[in-house]
T-cell receptor, first 113, second 114 residues
Framework: QQPVQSPQAVILREGEDAVINCSSS?????VHWYRQKHGEAPVFLMI?????EQKGHEKISASFNEKKQQSSLYLTASQLSYSGTYFC??????????????FGKGTKLSVIP | ETGVTQTPRHLVMGMTNKKSLKCEQH?????MYWYKQSAKKPLELMFV???????ENNSVPSRFSPECPNSSHLFLHLHTLQPEDSALYLC?????????????FGDGTRLSIL
C-alpha cells in the first residue's frame, strides 16, 4: 500500500519554510526522499533507516518516526532551486517477504520570488 | 556523463508496433528497475532485476517484456500497447536490491501511444 503524502501542493516565497509529511499504514524499514523537476529524473535526497533518526544536509532535513510510521521533510529558507515534486518512498516487506519500495503521489513545491 | 542513461527520450508508436526502450547504467550497480510514471499517480514499480535475474514482476501485462543481458543494461520490449500505456517510463539502479539503498534514476522515456 502506497504512503500518503501531505500536502499535495504548496507555494512558498523565497526564504520561507515548508514541511512535507509522509505516512504509511504498514511497518517501515526505511524512508527515501527524492525530488523531481519537470522533465527531469527524480534525484535522491536522503534515506532514513529504522531508529527514529534525523538526517539532513544544508537546509533540507528529514525525520523518521518509526512508531508512528511516518516521516517529515523540512525545507528551511527555501530557494528557487527547491521547486519540484517531492516523493517519499517507504521501504518494507511485501507479502512474499522481499523488500519493496513504494512511492507516494508526490508533493508539488513551488518557490516564487 | 549521467549515471543512468535512457534512450530514446521520446517515443510515439501505434498500437500494433513493436519497439524497445533501453537503459544503461555506468555506476557498477547490481540492481536495475523499470518504473511507470503517469500523471497524478505515484511511481509504479514494474520490474526489478538483481544480478541479471528478475526478482520482481508486479502484475505487469505481458505486452511489456523486460530483458537484462548484463548488469549494466536493461531493456523494455513493447508490443501491442494500449492508449493507457502512454506515460513516462523511468529506469533506475541501486548498488544492491534492497529498500535501504538509494536509487539512481534516468531521465526517462516519454511514451505516447496513438
Amino acid at each position: 500500500q502506497q504512503p500518503v503524502q501531505s500536502p499535495q501542493a504548496v507555494i512558498l516565497r523565497e526564504g520561507e519554510d515548508a514541511v512535507i509529511n509522509c505516512s504509511s499504514s504498514k511497518a517501515l524499514y526505511s524512508v527515501h526522499w527524492y525530488r523531481q523537476k519537470h522533465g527531469e529524473a527524480p534525484v535522491f535526497l536522503m534515506i532514513l533507516l529504522k531508529g527514529g533518526e534525523q538526517k539532513g544536509h544544508e537546509k533540507i532535513s528529514a525525520s523518521f518516526n518509526e512508531k508512528k510510521q511516518q516521516s517529515s521533510l523540512y525545507l528551511t529558507a527555501s530557494q528557487l532551486s527547491y521547486s519540484g515534486t517531492y516523493f517519499c518512498g517507504t521501504g518494507g516487506l511485501d507479502r512474499a517477504g522481499s523488500y519493496q519500495l513504494t512511492f507516494g503521489k508526490g508533493t508539488k513545491l513551488s518557490v516564487i520570488p | 556523463e549521467t549515471g543512468v542513461t535512457q534512450t530514446p527520450r521520446h517515443l510515439v508508436m501505434g498500437m500494433t508496433n513493436k519497439k524497445s526502450l533501453k537503459c544503461e547504467q555506468h555506476l557498477g550497480h547490481n540492481a536495475m528497475y523499470w518504473y511507470k510514471q503517469s500523471a497524478k499517480k505515484p511511481l509504479e514499480l514494474m520490474f526489478v532485476y538483481s544480478l541479471e535475474e528478475r526478482v520482481e514482476n508486479n502484475s505487469v501485462p505481458s505486452r511489456f517484456s523486460p530483458e537484462c543481458p548484463n548488469s549494466s543494461h536493461l531493456f523494455l520490449h513493447l508490443h501491442t500497447l494500449q492508449p493507457e500505456d502512454s506515460a513516462l517510463y523511468l529506469c533506475a539502479s541501486s548498488q544492491v536490491f534492497n529498500s535501504n539503498q538509494p536509487q539512481h534514476f534516468g531521465d526517462g522515456t516519454r511514451l505516447s501511444i496513438l
